[in-house]
């Protein structure tokens, strides 16, 4: 029989080393990382019974044996209410970088994009951004205050809201500073810690023009402010005419009421515009002539240009594409056939082309759009091609149907200079080494 042979978690491993790499200068980080994330998934991988490991597997549960788990029953349906994953897939899991914000009461999780299939992310996964930490909301006693320039202020309960007619929509949910880290180069060796400020779920809730309706907005009414009910009080001033076209007020989340982390009881969901504007644990919409100006959308979410000046109100999230097979967290392991897998979204609408380079953006492959292709969702794109150890300058690059191309990394920066962590939605660069060991590259 396999066993399984307990040790450290990847997260773990992951923590100690950022830590000890702390004293480290820039450029001796990235190359202790590097090493680092390959030996600390190495090392996870033996916690895994019956992993490919040489030793690891019992031969005996092979063709044309019959397994051991086909001898036995299994245990029954009330062992786990709720359900979970397998244990042979207990790796995947959200992730932090320590030393990117101070604590987990203002901090940020990643989804492993590396490990997702489809374009769905599970609960469970999808990324978490806090400002004050996850409120313990009581459903029964939240409620959602419309209020300002409107002809009736209303106070809805959330049976009041769930009253009205629903829809579910698939959308893709990101953070501005998705890739932040990599503008003045690049310094994260795992796509979980590049891209994985992204998420992508089928919402459920009533569309704020309903309700909008409901409270009248007088003729004035130009802005509205969101307020979520966390210690912060996080807020964003949002324009009318996004609330009355495809914003959602949101009360479940891939068939399931949202998660605390995610919202619970109620949040807003601005399809395809900056993450924070889909505020969470919503408690109040206000109308008003005029954006607020309140802090978060003043000492955070703007971009710094290169004269000094900052960007305001950039809210929708640019085509973007990564690819997510090969990455760090998935070498290549033989010669062969293989697939080149990932997925580009774009906040401006559907993705119409994604193509894939193997010389660092010389020459362009058309991919292959598989699945379904949504508004302002994730893309899933693919190449069948055959990869013999040669070295390769692997990239992707997004077109929407707005003709909206993803830049280069030079194209972004001439126009951006180097002193935001926000919108980077550039051309993203894998390096594959003969060994099939693949870093993570700038190319300008």
């Not at 309706?213 to 307020?227: D, F, M, Q, R, S």
């Not at 909206?404 to 080494?433: E, F, M």
Request: hydrophobic share 35%.
């Amino acid at each position: 029989m396999s066993k399984i042979i307990k040790g450290p978690s990847t997260r773990e491993l992951m923590e100690q080393m950022v830590r000890e790499s702390e004293h480290l200068s820039i450029n001796d980080r990235r190359d202790f990382l590097r090493k680092g994330v390959a030996a600390a998934a190495g090392m996870a991988a033996t916690t895994i019974a019956g992993s490919s490991i040489a030793g690891e597997i019992n031969k005996a549960n092979l063709p044309p044996n019959e397994p051991a788990w086909g001898k036995q029953l299994g245990h029954g349906v009330v062992e786990h209410p709720y359900g979970s994953p397998s244990q042979f897939e207990n790796h995947v899991v959200r992730r932090t970088v320590p030393w990117l914000t101070a604590d987990s009461i203002a901090s940020i999780s990643m989804t492993p994009l590396q490990d997702l299939k489809g374009i769905i992310t599970p609960n469970g996964l999808v990324f978490e951004r806090y400002h004050g930490g996850v409120p313990q909301v009581k459903p029964d006693e939240h409620r959602l205050i419309i209020h300002g320039l409107v002809e009736r202020p209303i106070i809805f309960t959330m049976e009041d809201l769930m009253r009205f007619p629903s829809v579910s929509e698939i959308k893709f949910i990101e953070c501005p500073a998705n890739g932040g880290m990599e503008w003045k180069g690049a310094q994260m060796e795992a796509l979980q810690f590049t891209h994985g400020m992204l998420s992508c779920c089928e919402w459920t809730g009533v569309p704020l023009r309903v309700l909008l309706e409901e409270a009248g907005v007088k003729p004035e009414g130009k802005w509205i402010l969101a307020e979520g009910a966390d210690g912060a009080h996080m807020s964003r001033s949002i324009p009318i005419e996004k609330a009355l076209d495809d914003t959602l007020v949101v009360y479940a989340q891939n068939g399931e009421m949202l998660r605390p982390e995610q919202g619970y009881p109620l949040r807003l969901l601005n399809p395809g515009w900056e993450g924070n504007t889909s505020v969470k644990w919503l408690r109040r919409l206000e109308v008003g002539d005029k954006p607020w100006y309140h802090r978060e959308e003043t000492s955070k979410y703007t971009d710094l240009m290169p004269d000094g000046r900052a960007r305001k109100f950039t809210f929708v999230q640019e085509t973007n594409s990564v690819i997510t097979s090969p990455c760090p967290e998935n070498p290549l392991v033989k010669p062969g056939f293989l697939e080149i897998e990932g997925i580009a979204w774009s906040g401006r609408g559907k993705i119409k082309q994604v193509d894939v380079s193997f010389d660092g953006g010389v020459n362009w492959v058309p991919a292959k759009l598989k699945g379904l292709v949504l508004d302002k969702a994730l893309t899933r794109f693919s190449l069948v091609t055959k990869w013999e150890g040669q070295p390769w300058l692997l990239q992707s690059r997004a077109i929407d149907e707005t003709g909206y191309v993803q830049p280069t990394l030079g194209q972004l920066r001439k126009v951006r200079g180097g002193n935001s962590i926000y919108h980077k939605n550039s051309i993203h660069t894998w390096k594959v080494a003969p060994t099939g060991e693949v870093t993570n590259v700038q190319i300008t």
